[in-house]
């Protein structure tokens, strides 16, 4: 099951190209780039492995692909994600978010039922890959 | 903008000088910088140069993007980083370079302390500098034969290895004493082989750091009293002389000292001043200076 989650997700897969010029865009605003990555697919986790810190003051898209090159090296079975932070005041969150490299096997998740007190029902969803431990699971 | 389709259309490259918004780099290098001359020869050639260069490229003439790298020596204070500054920018206005920032480094920037210390630092460095220009101010200071341990030989690895793959992305000036860079490209005989233009820059005379002083203070609204205008020509043969001497920083320091002077006399009157005061450097302010003190008189 394809993941959505961040900007475009819906859109196939941005090119390398595509991407570039999205990050030229970012930098063009003085947004810091960074880079996370996670073999965890879960909706809920939130808070991904950073990828070397937040690329302040780059101006060109060129340097921030390299270091996407490096972290889909070490990654190559992952979801790499881009971020895009707004350090203006007031702002100071992500503005632009989304995902740049996916495995190419996605499983997808399993929906449980816990029958709890009365009828009601609690659901549980896991992801298939979160039974294998962390780093072997694409 | 001419039409390339045809074969024989003509191409009219002062079209292309004005279109490219070169001639206001240019001329805003003759106005702001007095003197250097070859060097301002030199960038009208490079200007140029690079102009053919893109043209060629829309003709198809040429596909290769041309090697940028350049080499700036000079005694220090000629203005090699003010130029580096106008490089950037003629470059960015003919799209040799996307961003045409400067990024100004030295050693200390580049060299790490310890193992592995070093690579990091220079990258970080490199992707800063990345669609723009790479300014590496004493680059002899990279390489340290005497030390064959030194970190600064993986520094030059590194820049190396960027300055030949990725020279769409980054143009890379080395700057410094010409003997010493000459000394350092014989060391480095990579460097040598991928940097395209060496640019000299001769030391000011004594007419042109005067002219330099005055666009100095006028850019602060200051301006030399006749009298004052004298004692700073006398100022700069003797400034000359002593050991240190760096052109035209020697003369910026010399003016913020002077400053600094009349902003101590004029608090130093009792009496309410005229706001022309406030403007105006008197002999008084230069004369004190150590310069003079210190050197023995002709005729005593």
Known sequence: ?138 | MPDVSQPDALIDLRAEFAGAGLESYLAGLEQELVGLKPVKARLREIASLLLIERVRQRLGYTTEAPTLHMSFTGNPGTGKTTVALRMAGILKALGFVRQGQLISVTRDDLVGQYIGHTAPKTKEILKKAMGGVLFIDEAYYLYRPDNERDYGQEAIEILLQVMENQREDLVVILAGYADRMENFYTLNPGFRSRIAHHIDFPDYDDAELLHISETMLARQNYRLSPAAHQAMQDYIVLRRQKPYFSNARSIRNALDRARLRQAARLMALDTPVRPEALMLIEPADILASRVFTQVPIADG
């Open chain 1, 1 to 138: 099951m394809r993941i959505t989650q961040g900007c475009f997700s819906f859109l196939p897969d941005l090119t390398d190209q595509q991407i570039s010029k999205q990050v030229q865009y970012c930098l063009d605003y003085g947004w810091a780039v960074s880079f996370e990555y996670t073999d965890d697919p879960h909706p809920r986790n939130t808070y991904w492995e950073m990828w070397g810190h937040p690329m302040f003051d780059i101006k060109d898209a060129v340097a921030i692909m390299g270091e996407l090159r490096e972290c889909r090296l070490m990654h190559g079975e992952c979801y790499i994600r881009l971020c895009a932070f707004d350090s203006t005041h007031t702002w100071e969150s992500l503005r632009m978010s989304f995902i740049v490299q996916r495995p190419s096997h996605e499983p997808g998740f399993m929906l449980t039922r816990h029958e709890t007190e009365g009828r009601n029902i609690r659901y549980e969803t896991r992801a298939y890959v979160a039974e294998k431990p962390q780093g072997t699971r694409y």
